[in-house]
C-alpha cells in the first residue's frame, strides 16, 4: 500500500504562486506515475499534470505554461509549483499514483490518492 500525504495548499492573491508537496509512504513509488488532480465542489474531478518514473511530464491545457510538476525519489516526494495562480484555480488539490495507466486524465486509472489540500486564489 501507498499512503500520500500533500501539503502547501493555502489561500494566495491572483497571481501569486504555492507550491504544492506530496509525501509517499509505504512503498516506493520510484517506478509509479505520480499527479495531481483537482476539485471544485459540485464538480468532476479534473487532471491537472503528472509525471512519469523517468521524469517525463504532462499538463492540462489549463495550467500549461503555469504549473511546472516534478519528483524526487529521494525522499519519495512529488511537487507542484504553481505560478501565475487565477480565481478558476481555487479548489481541492489531490495527489496521486499509480503504477501504470491507460489514460492519464481518467480519476479511476490511478490506484493511490492523498486527502487532498485546499488551495484559494483571491481577486
Known amino acids: 500500500q501507498v499512503q500520500l500525504t500533500e501539503s502547501g495548499g493555502g489561500l494566495v492573491q491572483a497571481g501569486g504562486s504555492l507550491r504544492l508537496s506530496c509525501a509517499a509512504s509505504?512503498?516506493?513509488?520510484?517506478?509509479?506515475?505520480m499527479g495531481w488532480f483537482r476539485q471544485i465542489p459540485g464538480k468532476e474531478l479534473e487532471f491537472v499534470a503528472t509525471?512519469?518514473?523517468?521524469?517525463?511530464?504532462i499538463y492540462a491545457d489549463s495550467v500549461k505554461g503555469r504549473f511546472t510538476i516534478s519528483r524526487d525519489n529521494a525522499p519519495n516526494t512529488q511537487y507542484m509549483q504553481m505560478n501565475s495562480l487565477t480565481r478558476e484555480d481555487s479548489a481541492v488539490y489531490y495527489c496521486v499514483a499509480a503504477p501504470f495507466y491507460s489514460d492519464h486524465r481518467k480519476a479511476d486509472e490511478w490506484d493511490y490518492w492523498g486527502q487532498g489540500t485546499q488551495v484559494t486564489v483571491s481577486s
Open positions: 509525471v512519469s518514473a523517468k521524469g517525463n511530464s
Open positions: 509505504g512503498r516506493t513509488t520510484n517506478n509509479y506515475a
